[in-house]
T-cell receptor, first 113, second 112 residues
Framework: GENVEQHPSTLSVQEGDSAVIKCTYSDSASNYFPWYKQELGKRPQLIIDIRSNVGEKKDQRIAVTLNKTAKHFSLHITETQPEDSAVYFCAALYNQAGTALIFGKGTTLSVSS | DGGITQSPKYLFRKEGQNVTLSCEQNLNHDAMYWYRQDPGQGLRLIYYSQIVNDFQKGDIAEGYSVSREKKESFPLTVTSAQKNPTAFYLC???????????FGPGTRLTVL
């Protein structure tokens, strides 16, 4: 069935470094790819998303890239700060009526100062 | 985010009991979702509804039931058939299936 693989499961960086999280999806017809950030004990919140007609999208220190041929998309965080420490989830929406988002298992990002 | 609420925040259940988790939204969203979150497992879809009086099973629907009698409400019942119900439950809503999902604050269910 449809699947979203997310790597790495944990990521530790020094403050100011960049962080990259990668996800792959199985259905080439997928057309919507959001990223969520979940701080400890809180609800997931959308930080950026991209649709299949776009290759890259940026929002300040955060960017998402999409490679439809390879069926993978990545989250890039530059100049990381301690407040970026959280669990990040990618997701993919399969282009089939009646289906819902499929989430990756999450990446725990730790930014040390 | 303030437009979607869940109650209670914490819930304790004895084995063999059914419990119902509440989810309400005032965002006028058509679609609503229930997820279960366990450590290291990400967000697993239990049930979702794209319109009133209609819902579909997700990946882990066994032992759960839902109803969607009103647009703004999507309650989840955890039945005694769910063998390992201790988890964090998240409700979400979106304008439609292709739009951003907004999450509620969650309910943490513990079986005693």
């Amino acid at each position: 069935g449809e699947n979203v693989e997310q790597h790495p499961s944990t990521l530790s960086v020094q403050e100011g470094d960049s962080a990259v999280i990668k996800c792959t999806y199985s259905d080439s017809a997928s057309n919507y790819f959001p990223w969520y950030k979940q701080e400890l004990g809180k609800r997931p919140q959308l930080i950026i998303d991209i649709r299949s007609n776009v290759g890259e999208k940026k929002d300040q220190r955060i960017a998402v890239t999409l490679n439809k041929t390879a069926k993978h998309f990545s989250l890039h965080i530059t100049e990381t700060q301690p407040e970026d420490s959280a669990v990040y989830f990618c997701a993919a929406l399969y282009n089939q009526a009646g289906t819902a988002l499929i989430f990756g298992k999450g990446t725990t990002l730790s930014v040390s100062s | 985010d303030g437009g979607i609420t869940q109650s209670p925040k914490y819930l304790f259940r004895k084995e063999g009991q059914n419990v119902t988790l509440s989810c309400e939204q005032n965002l006028n969203h058509d679609a609503m979702y229930w997820y279960r979150q366990d450590p290291g497992q990400g967000l697993r879809l239990i049930y979702y509804s794209q319109i009133v009086n209609d819902f579909q099973k997700g990946d882990i629907a066994e032992g759960y039931s839902v109803s969607r009698e009103k647009k703004e409400s999507f309650p989840l019942t955890v039945t005694s058939a769910q063998k390992n119900p201790t988890a964090f439950y998240l409700c979400a809503s979106s304008i439609n299936r292709e739009d951003t999902q907004y999450f509620g604050p969650g309910t943490r269910l513990t079986v005693l």
